[in-house]
């Protein structure tokens, strides 16, 4: 148990038997009546964002989530299997926690796997990935006006728009967050 008053953005909470982030917070102490704190908190799970206002120094439940540095290893059916590189343990995320992450992971790639009592809440990717494109068609002649795009298929089997001058087998930096195009590796 914590106060609010112990409250900083990463804290996760347990409210109500979910999980939320604190994204953002204010101590507030008004003119007249008692201070209150204002935050913004994210549902680890769904994503959802919402605004709660707490009276100053009421107890709040913390939870314990463990960050863990891991490598990912390969897909096993649904699950993805990662290895934490301390202890060797492997532990087993479903796809729907993984998301559109999947996407992006290659074999060996370090992400950060968020842990609470054993149950893996979500999967920290790095910003950018260097993925090889399998295949393009090539780009027309006439096209350039614009600065088009065209669609590419990378190595993990992942959709991404790509300039036009783009061919196949060239290796690419890819935003893991929205899988928009960033440059040409050489």
Same mark, same amino acid.
């Given at each position: 148990m +914590? ?8 804290? @996760?909470?347990?409210? %109500? ?6 994204? %953002?917070?204010?101590?507030?102490? *008004?003119?007249?009546?008692? +201070?209150?704190?204002? &935050?913004?908190?994210?549902? @680890? ?9 707490f009276?100053?120094? &009421? ?15 390969? +897909?096993?059916? &649904? ?7 301390? &202890?060797?343990?492997?532990?087993? @995320? /479903? +796809?729907?926690?993984?998301? %559109? ?13 968020? @842990?609470?009592?054993?149950? *893996?809440?979500?999967?920290?990717? *790095? ?10 068609? /090539? ?11 065209? *669609? ?10 790509? /300039? ?14 929205d ?8």
């Amino acid at each position: 148990m +914590a106060t609010t008053n112990d409250l900083k953005n990463g804290t @996760v909470l347990n409210l %109500d038997g979910q999980l939320w982030t604190v994204t %953002d917070f204010q101590h507030v102490k *008004p003119g007249k009546g008692g +201070a209150f704190v204002r &935050t913004t908190l994210k549902n @680890v799970l769904s994503g959802k964002v919402v605004d709660r206002t707490f009276n100053a120094g &009421t107890k709040v439940e913390t939870a314990n989530v463990d960050k863990r540095s891991m490598t990912y290893l390969y +897909a096993d059916g &649904t699950d993805y299997v990662f290895m934490d590189g301390d &202890t060797y343990d492997q532990i087993y @995320v /479903p +796809a729907t926690t993984l998301g %559109d992450g999947a996407n992006y992971l290659l074999e060996n790639t370090e992400v950060t796997v968020a @842990v609470h009592d054993g149950t *893996p809440l979500y999967v920290e990717l *790095p910003v950018t990935m260097e993925l090889v494109v399998q295949h393009t068609d /090539p780009g027309l002649q006439g096209d350039r006006s614009t600065g088009g795009t065209k *669609p590419a298929t990378l190595e993990t089997g992942a959709e991404i728009q790509v /300039p036009l001058f783009v061919t196949t087998g060239e290796k690419l930096k890819v935003d893991t967050r929205d899988g928009r195009y960033l440059g040409r590796v050489s």
